[in-house]
């Protein structure tokens, strides 16, 4: 991925799981010794990323060594999408997003990664699947560039938020409600 477009930040293990490599435009978050976030050092990446950056963390109860990480973009006024609580499905949201982000301004990117993690915890029978990952976990089987089509084509505003929003019947990738609905 080259190191143009809009910047992501994100916990270094889900990087990796996603197969990216740290740069001009990912930044990984490193763990503790004892495998969580050192808050100082959260808030020295957050704060040192372009304001236009965009925090993907997965849900404090999902990955509680992690919490810092949503939390401290949120103190600093940083765009956060929830991930997928399951490794596996946050790893191919973020490639996916991070993919997008080579080509994609800051809003608009935030609006596909919300439906994107929708998508990811959507049933199979909604879009046809492939395995994907070292874990083989069932994903949509489009190529970016056409999610992304859908995405932007899917995307509904929150109505508990109203700033966020997402995939029809999925989560909002800023709130974390069930149900997106029109």
Known sequence: MPDTGTP???????AESAGLVPGASVSALQRGRGGAMDVDAVADAVAAAPPSAVVLARPPWADPPAAALAGV??????????LPPALAQAAWAVALIANWAAYSQ????????????GLAALPACRLPRRPWGCERVQM????PMALARWCDRLWLPCAHCVVGGGAPGGACGRCGHEQVTA
């Open 73 to 82: 973009a949120m103190l600093l006024d940083r765009e956060v999408v929830w």
């Open 8 to 14: 992501i930040v994100v916990d270094a293990a889900i």
């Open 140 to 143: 949509p089987a489009l190529r």
């Open 106 to 117: 800051p809003r608009d990117l935030v609006r596909r990664a919300q439906v994107a993690v």
